[in-house]
């Protein structure tokens, strides 16, 4: 399981106090407004930032991190991930999973045998779309739906499912 979700990649500085667009790679960008502070991925080091504002631009983010007030000093963090460990993600609602935890589980149908493993989580709006490894080198996509999505066992690594009639 991942101890840390990726919510925003900083694409740029916003004027010369120190704050920061922000990408979010998250559902909700109104998900910042809750946040105490973000881990910057620097490419060297992981480094903890405290949020001390936060505003919206378009489909921006602009965030100001506490004790960065001038642009020199946000500059070298372009093109940059934040991330919330997992005690500051979102919390979940019944049947709700994070993408990051689903990846690389193995992939079974209700009999319980193995098809693959799931590789891909397409986000198309109606529903997301579970894209899986099968064993035999070929590629399933299956509507992550509850008529095909009958179990997700996180802790024991697998996603038991009913695949619909025509898509095997």
């Known amino acids: 399981?991942?101890?840390?979700?990726?919510?925003?990649?900083?694409?740029t500085t916003h004027g010369i106090m120190g704050e920061v667009k922000v990408f979010p790679t998250t559902n909700d960008a109104r998900r910042f407004k809750r946040l105490k502070e973000v881990i910057l991925d620097t490419g060297k080091e992981l480094i903890t930032l405290e949020v001390e504002g936060v505003k919206f631009f378009k489909s921006l983010v602009i965030l100001k991190f506490k004790g960065i007030d001038n642009i020199d000093d946000v500059q070298k963090y372009r093109?940059?991930?934040?991330?919330v460990t997992r005690e500051n993600a979102v919390r979940l609602g019944k049947d709700e999973y994070f993408i990051a935890d689903l990846m690389g589980l193995k992939v079974v149908d209700e009999n319980g045998h193995e098809l693959g493993v799931l590789k891909e989580v397409m986000e198309t709006g109606a529903n997301d779309v579970y894209v899986i490894d099968m064993a035999d080198g070929k590629e399933l996509?299956?509507?992550?739906i509850k008529q095909c999505v009958l179990q997700v066992n996180?802790?024991?690594?697998?996603?038991?499912?009913?695949?619909?009639e025509g898509l095997i």
């Open 1 to 11: 399981m991942e101890d840390m979700f990726k919510v925003g990649v900083i694409t």
């Open 79 to 83: 093109q940059k991930s934040l991330y």
């Open 141 to 144: 996509l299956l509507p992550a």
């Open 154 to 164: 996180i802790e024991e690594g697998f996603v038991k499912v009913h695949v619909l």
